[in-house]
């Protein structure tokens, strides 16, 4: 018979209290990729505190998790492969064919193919997941990076920064069905839960394009004026929208501010001072935090969602890039 | 003279790729909407053709660690060309490049009236001041646009500026300017100001007393170099006492180097009898571009440009990279390839383009100079980006570089 370790008995009881106790919120797991640190903060979302740190590949920007939380993935840009990081361990499980540079990626709702975007390549890989097989590479624009999947799993939109597009791609023929010119430099694209609506971020143009999936229309151009700062450095990069659809949160860039749009009215309400050159958000599942990656002061912003405050901020690695929380 | 023929054909594999119905929805602004146009499948794809007229380089008289490669200017604007050309893909567009390389003795003027004569009226120039007005004058009346990628002149910009010329490298009191910004934002402000023989040398040191005169710095000493070529002197015996005690004694903070042939200022620095950093043209220096550059996405460009040229990017090849990529964007936003219509669009706010530094780069309607910021670096570091924190302009802070409208001297004509 083995005896536990009274710290493993600590923290088992400490772990059923939790599960006992009302007032606990859910702990979830927060994962930032840090560009500069080649490494993983793995963070915990009651405490707040970076748990570990794990090595990586190079340059790792986006990251991921699978819909069962089972498996994180990561970008290892410079490496030209995505890692599959298992969460339990930390240990890198496999290395995925992603094609060239590997910036950013989306997961299909159900966990599979991911769509990669090859920003070296001007393509999109579609990779099966589980068989680390490349399905198709689909050519899209000149710099390919914001990548998301439609709700419904049909249409999937990749931004080309150079080109200044957003292409809708058919995921059963992999082929591109339209195309939306939207300002400069477009990186970062988020479809309402609904499915109704795609927000697209133009980081040089300085704007967020509301795009109609359906007909493919501009239906709204958002603009955000901030006193004290520059037209120039306010650089929307990140969007997250609510489930509801009520709210929608907009990474500036180096204007370190978060804004928080009304997405029904598409008003901006507040702007939020985080960390420095904010790029990438992530909520945790319950929408009760949202975490913001500082890539030039290296820590993660915490913002408190229904009371739209900043709470905390927590070192992390060099030049934070990415951030994906576990899905339990 | 050697010309050199650049046309992306659209390959199969992406046509097979692109839909039928190549739509492009197009926002105007405020926030009005337009349609998605869905151009015939058959349609022919507007071809939008571009010229460079570039000279030969002479090869260097000895060794020259810092010999200009062969493609300068050239390597730049075909990998737009490459960039434009993807993105032509679904917009219906193909691009081709023409590019002039001129020999010894060979008239840029004709050239350029060969090339209009034939249907390129689009031109990069990178050729110096004198040779730019004589191609710009010869196609004149052939409603042909000049990107002028080479030429850093003031007079180019003022009272020799003309209407169908866009310049996007810099001018000298843009680059004089950032880095007097600098040095400003750093409190060093007693400047040793050292000006070689040559015209461009008096032109910069110019420059330079025109923008610390601007940010209120001190030009405590100004000094011509006499002692010849020194920094071309590669060998066990270059050391000169009269050089070496032609600084001493000067309390100054920083010593401005006026040398854009590179003959000299390399010399300077670790030579001087007290501690002195060097800037202007050598050490610490302003520029467009630099292979340490890697914010704002420039990684991209960088490794890009690396694969498709086998060398570092230069200055002078991003300029070329811009002014094919401007032509490019404005071709995407107006649909058009008319020399005409694409200069129109450019000279209106309308018209930016995401450059990789970070805010997005606009053509001046008094001067038809780009307005972008400059890396201040040294030799394998960036050490800062103008406009410095602070410097502030009631239109855009980028506008406190260079010629600003109240003091233009051009009249567009």
Known sequence: MTLLRPRRLAALL?????????DVASAYTVYVSNEKGNSISVIDSTTLEVKQTVKVGRRPRGITMSPDGKAVYVCASDDHAVQVIDPATLKILRKLKSGPDPELFALHPTGNPLYIANEDDNQVTVLDVEANKVIAQVPVGTEPEGMAVSPDGNTLVATSETTNMAHFIDTKTN?????VLVDARPRFAEFT????????????????????????????KIDFKIPGVSRESIQPVGIRITKDGKRAFVALGPANRVAVVNAETFEVEKYLLVGQRVWQLAFTPDEKLLFTTNGNSNDVSVVDVPDLKVVKSIKVGGAPWGVVVSPQ | MLTRVVRLLLPAALLAAAPPCLGLAQAQQPAAVAAETNPPAEAKPLEVRIGLITRAVPPPPLYDLLAVPEDEAVAGAELAVKDNTTTGLFTGQSFALETTTLGEDEDPAQAARTLAANGTRLLIVNLPDAELLKVADAVKDKDAVIFNVGATDDALRAQDCRANVFHVAPSRAMLTDALVQFLASKRWTKLFLITGPQPADLLYAEALRRSAKKFGVKIVADKPWTFGPLGRERSDSITRSDALVFSRGVDADVIVVADEANDFGTYIAFRTYEPRLVVGTQGLTAATWHPAQDAYGSAQLQSRFLRSASRTMRPVDYQAWVAARMIGEATTRTKSADPATLAKFMRTPDFSLAAFKGVPVSIRPWDQQLRQPLLIAQP????SMAPEDGFLHQRTPLDTLGIDEGESRCRLK
């Open chain 2, 380 to 383: 394998l570091d960036i050490v």
């Open chain 1, 193 to 220: 839960a609904d499915g109704k609506r795609l927000w697209v971020s133009a980081e040089v143009g300085g704007t967020v394009s509301v795009i109609d999936p359906q007909t493919r229309q501009i239906i709204r």
């Open chain 1, 14 to 22: 400490a772990g059923a209290a939790a599960l006992l106790g009302a």
């Open chain 1, 175 to 179: 082929k591109i069905i339209g195309n």
